[in-house]
């Protein structure tokens, strides 16, 4: 019965429909492999991008609260109370200067010789 032809082509024919089968589940896992790798590509870019604009943000209010207290001192405005010196500090409280310096930082005189210094 092992050298009848149409066993013999029957095996062939499994052999070869066993052999396309396994091609395909490799085509299949390939492929599986691939969007697993572009969909993991896609997330670590999403969350980059989540990081770079939560900081953009933190940065943004950072700025426009320090401007916002700046102008409130600038302006004198009753919004932004003058910080208070501590109760040992020789800075006495009253009538402050706001002089800018050249290296983006803000210094606060309320005499000659007391000075506090803040920087942008």
């Known amino acids: 019965m092992e050298n009848d032809p149409s066993t013999q082509l029957l095996t062939e024919q499994l052999k070869h ?3 396309l089968y396994k091609a395909r589940m490799d085509a299949l896992e390939e492929k599986l492999n691939h969007s697993k790798q572009i969909s ?3 997330l670590s870019a999403l969350e980059n991008t989540t990081r770079d604009h939560e900081t953009r943000i933190r940065d943004a209010t950072q700025g426009v609260t320090q401007f916002k207290l700046f102008s409130g001192l600038a302006l004198g405005s009753s919004n932004h109370p003058l910080p208070q010196p ?3 500090s020789p800075i006495k409280s009253g009538v402050c200067r706001i002089i800018r310096s050249p290296k983006r930082s803000i210094q ?3 005499s000659a010789k007391e000075v506090m210094s803040v920087t942008t």
């Open 108 to 110: 606060v005189r309320s």
């Open 40 to 42: 993991d590509h896609r």
């Open 86 to 88: 501590a109760a040992n």
């Open 17 to 19: 429909l066993n052999t």
